[in-house]
């Protein structure tokens, strides 16, 4: 069954560092996902892309954070300058249609120290 | 914010019928129910979902009253693998984004 798959499983990087998170999405799905869980939080969601460009972002995703699809395959969140604040639990989905069914990728854990 | 309304836990024994509730009065007629899981420390897990009619995959059962109120995930024998948090979620039709609540937190009991 295809999957979502994210790299790396885990990420530390040191405040003020920049850090992309790498995704590839299901190979015949056209929309994607950010969202992010802080530990003991909700899972909040952060952006959506499609047709290379963003559809919708929230409060969260600001000029810190960028998305791209530099490939056919690859869908990456930058983070410019991390925070501590942003370590975090973060989530790549992908849907094969908008409004559809969103899945998941298993996370990358950002650990900024 | 979610609109819907969740026990926070449940047990459920090992073997037995999973039900998890879910109220969701505020529903519009465009908005859909669907439900993910989230085993610990993993990506959410699509479950199913569905508008008014009742659902039925190979996870799982959706019952949706005729009110539409309210809804019921139903996991028809539960496995100590099914122990996750169980978020209910209603999405409309031109919502792109999912809107995660705290969910129910299910421990399938051996």
Known sequence: EPEVTQTPSHQVTQMGQEVILRCVPISNHLYFYWYRQILGQKVEFLVSFYNNEISEKSEIFDDQFSVERPDGSNFTLKIRSTKLEDSAMYFCASSIQIYYEQYFGPGTRLTVT | ?110
């Open chain 2, 1 to 110: 914010d979610a609109k819907t309304t969740q026990p926070p836990s449940m047990d459920c024994a090992e073997g037995r019928a999973a039900n998890l509730p879910c109220n969701h009065s505020t529903i519009s007629g465009n908005e859909y129910v669907y439900w993910y899981r989230q085993i610990h420390s993993q990506g959410p897990q699509y479950i199913i979902h569905g508008l008014k009619n009742n659902e039925t995959n190979e996870m799982a059962s959706l019952i949706i009253t005729e009110d539409r109120k309210s809804s019921t995930l139903i996991l028809p024998h539960a496995t100590l693998r099914d122990t996750a948090v169980y978020y209910c979620i209603v999405r409309a039709n031109r919502d792109d984004k999912i809107i995660f609540g705290k969910g129910t937190r299910l421990h399938i009991l051996p």
